[in-house]
């Protein structure tokens, strides 16, 4: 039955020669496979990376035209009736989304029908492409329903006064002493959801444009704190870059914000960081912590080594 045929004056394959043809096949996909993953993985990194490099060249240009950058703010209670805006919000005019931006009722909540709709339209510049989803979750902060979510957040510098990593502060600059890094924060964008608006300036940035962090990558999934509303697009680096990664995190805690409020990457080894000076960088998970928050304040004086 297995016999060798022959037609034309070509042999056939046997069985057991079919049989080591498959065994080297699998072979070869099984080297080939993990290259062929990496080399996409590097290819979303890059594709992350300008998205990031968008962001910050909108910033600049948000700055070029009002003379600061973008303001992140809310007004009113932490839930739907809140009537505040985000740098995110801000920044479409300058990515390009004019008339999304137009179609924004300044001014009104997440009741009125027409804010709704647009807070649930996908920003792919927002989205990191190794992130999963169709860009729309629910369960996210303080706000039911469905909304349109996005991979990076405004650094709001390294104090911080809750959790396990709490209290940080910064010995100089703005809001030295302080570890309120939610609306008291020593980085570029706070979130201001307390009445007071921290706005900042290139002026204000004297750690050097070169040495701060503007933006970095963030995970909806692995925090609620992260969609367009002014309470979900700005991290600390109070928290350790990945913290959710490390074993001993590996469960999704909803509530817990207070250790996921951070910068967070689906790249492995690390993540991709703008800086004001509109260059991005690829940091590890293990970069020193000393460095990462003077990374994050705009005038805490650190002296900044290589990273």
Same mark, same amino acid.
């Given at each position: 039955?297995?016999?060798?045929?022959?037609?034309?004056?070509?042999?056939?394959?046997?069985?057991?020669?079919?049989?080591?043809?498959?065994?080297?096949?699998?072979? %070869?996909?099984? %080297?080939?496979? #993990?290259?062929?993953?990496?080399?996409?993985?590097?290819?979303?990194?890059?594709?992350?990376?300008?998205?990031?490099?968008? %962001?910050?060249?909108?910033?600049?240009?948000?700055?070029?035209?009002?003379?600061?950058?973008?303001?992140?703010?809310?007004?009113?209670?932490?839930?739907?009736?809140?009537?505040? +805006? /985000?740098?995110?919000?801000?920044?479409?005019?300058?990515?390009?989304?004019?008339?999304?931006?137009?179609?924004?009722?300044?001014?009104?909540?997440?009741?009125?029908?027409?804010?709704?709709?647009?807070?649930?339209?996908?920003?792919?510049?927002?989205?990191? #492409? /190794?992130?999963?989803?169709?860009?729309?979750?629910?369960?996210?902060?303080?706000? #039911?329903?469905?909304?349109?979510?996005?991979?990076?957040?405004?650094?709001?510098? /390294?104090?911080?006064?809750?959790?396990?990593?709490?209290?940080?502060?910064?010995?100089?600059?703005?809001?030295?002493?302080?570890?309120?890094?939610?609306?008291?924060?020593?980085?570029?964008?706070?979130?201001?959801?307390?009445?007071?608006?921290?706005?900042?300036?290139?002026?204000?940035?004297?750690?050097? +444009?070169?040495?701060?962090?503007?933006?970095?990558?963030?995970?909806?999934?692995?925090?609620?704190?992260?969609?367009?509303?002014?309470?979900?697009?700005?991290?600390?680096?109070?928290?350790?870059?990945?913290?959710?990664?490390?074993?001993?995190?590996?469960?999704?805690?909803?509530g817990d914000w207070w250790h996921n409020y951070s910068f967070l990457s689906r790249h492995p080894g690390g993540g991709n960081f703008g800086l004001v000076d509109g260059s991005v960088r690829f940091l590890s998970d293990s970069i020193d912590q000393t460095i990462?928050?003077?990374?994050?304040?705009?005038?805490?004086?650190?002296?900044?080594?290589?990273?």
């Amino acid at each position: 039955m297995f016999e060798p045929f022959c037609r034309e004056g070509r042999r056939g394959f046997t069985l057991i020669e079919l049989l080591v043809a498959i065994a080297i096949i699998s072979i %070869l996909i099984a %080297l080939i496979l #993990p290259a062929v993953q990496q080399a996409g993985g590097a290819a979303r990194r890059m594709q992350c990376s300008s998205h990031l490099k968008q %962001l910050i060249l909108a910033m600049q240009n948000y700055h070029e035209a009002h003379g600061l950058f973008p303001l992140n703010y809310g007004r009113g209670p932490f839930d739907e009736f809140n009537t505040g +805006t /985000s740098w995110m919000q801000q920044l479409l005019p300058f990515v390009d989304l004019q008339a999304l931006y137009n179609r924004i009722r300044f001014g009104g909540s997440l009741l009125d029908l027409q804010n709704r709709e647009v807070a649930r339209v996908v920003i792919p510049v927002y989205r990191c #492409p /190794s992130d999963t989803g169709i860009g729309l979750m629910e369960f996210r902060s303080n706000v #039911p329903g469905l909304w349109a979510v996005n991979n990076y957040k405004a650094c709001a510098g /390294s104090n911080w006064a809750w959790g396990r990593f709490s209290p940080v502060t910064s010995s100089s600059g703005r809001n030295a002493s302080n570890p309120d890094g939610l609306d008291h924060c020593n980085g570029l964008i706070c979130r201001n959801g307390s009445g007071r608006v921290i706005s900042t300036r290139l002026r204000d940035v004297r750690d050097g +444009t070169s040495n701060t962090f503007a933006v970095g990558e963030a995970v909806p999934e692995w925090s609620q704190h992260t969609w367009w509303w002014f309470n979900a697009t700005t991290a600390t680096c109070a928290i350790p870059l990945n913290f959710k990664k490390q074993p001993d995190r590996q469960v999704a805690l909803e509530g817990d914000w207070w250790h996921n409020y951070s910068f967070l990457s689906r790249h492995p080894g690390g993540g991709n960081f703008g800086l004001v000076d509109g260059s991005v960088r690829f940091l590890s998970d293990s970069i020193d912590q000393t460095i990462y928050r003077g990374l994050g304040t705009i005038q805490g004086d650190e002296v900044i080594g290589e990273f």
